[in-house]
């Protein structure tokens, strides 16, 4: 079995080294293998200042901890940029352009609000309510009992308002 010199995971030196070898062998040994560890000094044996390096914790160079510094950085601006870039539609009950309903209308989304979801995040299969009557079986009568086994346990004020309209 193999021990990690660097315990960091997120650096790029951390590998097998001296110590993990003398715990595989050692391990090999107990089991049976008929091997011997090597006396001190003998020829092929570790030396001293070989067993103090490797129990020293790797280090990494200056290049290498700019490097991964620059690269945070530019991951960070990248995910800045992209919540920057990604159209939000309004969150507004009141007005003409406004994408959900108020709480006494029952909540949930507007039709004109779902359009602008849709539009805002292509691929998006997301609908409206089901608010009338539906066939037994049907997929709108599905699509209820999914949200009314899923919203049960929703106890706000909009949660609440959303489950009567969908009548669950």
Known sequence: MAYKQNHNPFSPIAKTGLWANIHAKRKRIKEGSGEKMR?????????????????????????????????????????????????????????????FRAVDEGAGMTEKGVKAYRAANSGSELKTAVTGKVKPGSKDAKRRKSFCARSKGWKGERGLAARRRWKC
Request: glycine residues 4%; hydrophobic residues 15%.
């Open 39 to 99: 006396k001190p000094g003998s020829e092929g044996s570790p030396t001293n200042e070989a067993l103090k390096e490797s129990q020293a914790p790797a280090k990494r160079t200056k290049e290498q901890r700019k490097q991964s510094r620059a690269e945070r950085k530019e991951f960070r601006q990248e995910r800045r940029a992209e919540r920057k870039n990604k159209k939000e539609i309004r969150k507004t009950t009141k007005g003409k352009d406004r994408n």
